[in-house]
Nanobody, 126 residues
């Protein structure tokens, strides 16, 4: 069973940067995408970035394009989210997730969410 551990959340000033990490452990034979989701206070959880494990093809929500970068280090079983030019709207919990989509599909396409991290809190102060 796959297990995800998120870390890296912190409080930063607007315009600052953070890097989130998601360490993947356990056997996972089906998930082919890893993603990051953002849940702002009082709002629903939304996907912000995803990476297809086989090709490293990445997809991003419009709200983070050009500011966030998702990457993977297979040797360390870790997925990262580099977050730059942070704004107060980026405040909230960030969750790593493992997902299965059809072979060759985009990580933004519908699929099955297989596991969640416990979340890490990002606070951006204006």
């Amino acid at each position: 069973q796959v297990h995800l551990v998120d870390s890296g959340g912190d409080s930063v000033q607007a315009g600052g940067s953070l890097t989130l990490s998601c360490v993947v452990s356990g056997y996972n034979y089906r998930s082919n995408c890893m993603g990051w989701f953002h849940q702002a206070p009082g709002k629903e959880r939304l996907g912000v970035a995803g990476i297809y494990m086989g090709t490293s093809r990445a997809v991003y929500a419009d709200s983070v394009k050009g500011r966030f970068t998702i990457s993977q280090d297979s040797a360390k079983n870790t997925v990262y989210l580099q977050m730059n030019t942070l704004t107060p709207e980026d405040t909230g919990m960030y969750y790593c997730a493992a997902k299965t989509v059809a072979n060759g599909a985009s990580c933004a396409d519908p699929g099955t969410l297989d596991a969640w991290g416990q979340g890490t809190l990002v606070t951006v102060c204006s």
